[in-house]
């Protein structure tokens, strides 16, 4: 019974992860039907931040409320972040689901290498890059004639911008050598300790619950009831259901579509942020870190209902607790009294295994219930 309470508790703190992973997704697909690949670096660019915040604020009288700070810094910095995505790639890729995957998956590509490879002279570098197209953009659009010449101020200053930078940097890394081209991060993986009041455990018999993990649900409920009292109980919450459910309505009605896309699309990616944070308070972080709930988090995306915030949490709680149980074999004990059931659970008694039993269910699952637990009902299903 201990054994069946520890794998519980720890099913529930993985499915919290989950839930707040698939939060962002959920709404971002509900309302735009985009395919978001580059969710899973989200929550690794959050746990990278908090992994920078604790060495900030390391030698500091706040160094014990350092995951408050993270938690602020991490949900900023990939809610702008995904912003920028929105702006600059998924905007233009509205109605193709096939090019919007493709696109967000190649930037999922670049955002790994990016960790890897950041330093002082790489950013030197962006910098110069970003400051030259930018600013010649703005200096040309001040001419009445810049919309016939765009292209080719683009042709010219894009491979320009790109040699200056470069040389740039590669003067600045011959001037300081390691001190600007060491990278930041590297390929391994860099650890987040947790503070000290989150060290421990709550004795509940002859089993302690980590306070982390107790940490992690709390955060996950304060999340989902945020979200709820943003969509249920503000304008801009009411503007995004709307669109939601009928776009070309309300558009006619006045509400600025593209901007509640814009907002929705940073609220997603605030969210895996904040989901990293809970990440990094599990293991290891590194550039492959959301490669591993990226997969888990749309098929909580997909067997809740599409857009269902009631359907994500189911959904993630019974798929975190049940690949957890399955994975440390808890319930193998309590058939003990079916050989035949006992050798199947000991078969998929690894994590590896525990996701192919997961698997298996959700496609039986989706037999029956294609749409999820809360199917769309309306009008606008067949939208």
């Known amino acids: 019974m201990t054994q069946l309470l520890e794998s519980i508790f720890g099913g529930l703190s993985i ?34 931040t908090t992994f920078v915040v604790q060495n900030v604020f390391k030698k500091t009288p706040l160094s014990e409320a350092y995951i408050f700070f993270a938690l602020i810094a991490a949900f900023a910095v990939t809610a702008l972040l995904g912003l920028v995505l929105e702006r600059t790639v998924v ?41 030259l197209f930018v600013g010649a953009l703005w200096a040309a659009a001040r001419r009445p004639d810049f919309e016939r010449m765009r292209g080719w101020v683009i042709a010219l200053m894009l491979p320009l911008s790109g040699a200056i930078a470069l040389l740039f940097a590669n003067l600045l890394g011959g001037m300081f050598k390691l001190a600007v081209t060491k990278p930041w991060f590297g390929t391994q993986g860099v ?4 503070p000290k009041w989150l060290r421990g455990g709550f004795a509940m018999g002859a089993y302690q619950l980590p306070y982390t993990r107790l940490f992690i649900i709390v955060l996950t409920a304060a999340c989902v009831l945020a979200i709820y009292w943003f969509l249920n109980k503000t304008p801009w919450g009411l503007r995004i259901r709307s669109v939601t459910q009928n776009r070309n309505m309300s558009a006619c009605l006045g509400i600025p579509t593209k901007t509640v896309d814009a907002l929705t699309f940073a609220l997603g990616s605030g969210l895996a942020g904040i989901a990293g944070v809970a990440v990094s308070l599990l293991g290891s972080v590194s550039s492959n870190t959301g490669q591993s709930y990226i997969v888990d988090a749309f098929m909580v995306v997909v067997v809740g209902g599409v857009g269902k915030l009631a359907g994500t949490i189911i959904a993630a709680s019974a798929i975190g607790t049940i690949s957890y149980m399955v994975g440390s074999n808890a319930l193998g004990p309590l058939v003990s009294f079916s050989p035949g059931l006992t050798a199947i659970f000991e078969f998929f008694a690894t994590a590896s295994m525990a996701k192919v039993f997961v698997f298996a269910l959700i496609v039986i699952f989706l037999q029956f219930k294609p749409a999820g637990l809360f199917p769309p009902k309306g009008r606008t299903v067949d939208a």
């Not at 709404?27 to 959050?46: K, Q, S, T, Y």
């Not at 650890?191 to 947790?194: I, L, N």
């Open 191 to 194: 650890d987040v300790t947790a």
């Open 91 to 131: 905007r233009y890729l509205y109605g193709r689901p096939l090019e919007t995957l493709l696109a967000t998956w190649g930037v999922s590509l670049i955002l790994q290498q990016f960790v890897r490879s950041v330093s002082w002279q790489f950013i030197a570098g962006l910098t110069v890059f970003t400051a």
């Open 15 to 48: 499915g919290s992860v989950l839930l707040l992973a698939a939060l962002g997704l959920a709404i971002v697909f509900g309302l735009m039907g985009v395919i978001n690949m580059a969710h899973g670096e989200f929550m690794m660019i959050g746990a990278y």
